[in-house]
T-cell receptor, first 116, second 113 residues
Framework: DAGVIQSPRHEVTEMGQEVTLRCKPI?????LFWYRQTMMRGLELLIY????????DSGMPEDRFSAKMPNASFSTLKIQPSEPRDSAVYFC??????????????FGPGTRLTVL | AQSVTQLDSQVPVFEEAPVELRCNYS??????LFWYVQYPNQGLQLLLK??????LVKGINGFEAEFNKSQTSFHLRKPSVHISDTAEYFC???????????FGSGTRLQVQP
């Protein structure tokens, strides 16, 4: 398996522009997570899905952020409009969702977003 | 709410020396504990996890961790480090009913020759 795939790997945009980050989870995984990593706040959960349904979006900063999972093999995280404080590395992760225990989350390589 | 504290932001150590990276957590419910490693410009990779059972957990690359419920700790250890262990290490928790991870702030392990 190719692992979790994220695109683009790097994104540089100007303030006010729309940004779309993409993620393809590992085939067969039922859970998909979006995390953000910054120097100030560390690694924090934005949202996660189970079988394409959002379960917890309490980490989504504000209405400028939205995430979708239209099918089991694709998810997007959109920022509109983007602001310089959104600059961060955004990670997507997926897991099998085994019953009775907490299984490993597999992380993608991340998207480094810079908003000028 | 759960929280994770990694007191050491950086740990310099010489090659072949032992190392311990500290992790403490707070939670009002039973937790699952994880250690992840992040190499430069890469995603996170699982080193080991504690779900239940034996409190001493062995992971990849010669790392191990011990769960101590009374001290709410889950410290990571390796008896002899290599240059290739230079990376950032994250302790994380989750719990039944919420699969998302809460991460500590990370510890940068710097192995010197």
């Amino acid at each position: 398996d190719a692992g979790v795939i994220q695109s683009p790997r790097h994104e540089v945009t100007e303030m006010g522009q729309e940004v779309t980050l993409r993620c393809k989870p590992i085939s067969g995984h039922d859970y998909l997570f979006w995390y953000r990593q910054t120097m100030m706040r560390g690694l924090e959960l934005l949202i996660y899905f189970n079988n394409n349904v959002p379960i917890d979006d309490s980490g989504m900063p504000e209405d400028r952020f939205s995430a979708k999972m239209p099918n089991a093999s694709f998810s997007t995280l959109k920022i509109q409009p983007s602001e310089p404080r959104d600059s961060a590395v955004y990670f997507c992760a997926s897991s099998l969702g085994l019953a009775g225990g907490q299984d490993e989350q597999f992380f993608g390589p991340g998207t480094r977003l810079t908003v000028l | 709410a759960q929280s994770v504290t990694q007191l050491d932001s950086q740990v310099p150590v010489f090659e072949e020396a032992p190392v311990e990276l500290r992790c403490n957590y707070s939670s009002s419910v039973s937790v699952y504990l994880f250690w992840y490693v992040q190499y430069p410009n890469q995603g996170l990779q699982l080193l080991l996890k504690y779900l239940s059972g034996s409190t001493l957990v062995k992971g990849i690359n010669g790392f191990e961790a011990e769960f101590n419920k009374s001290q709410t700790s889950f410290h990571l250890r390796k008896p002899s480090v290599h240059i290739s262990d230079t990376a950032e290490y994250f302790c994380a928790v989750s719990y039944t009913g919420r699969r998302a991870l809460t991460f500590g702030s990370g510890t940068r392990l710097q192995v010197q020759p």
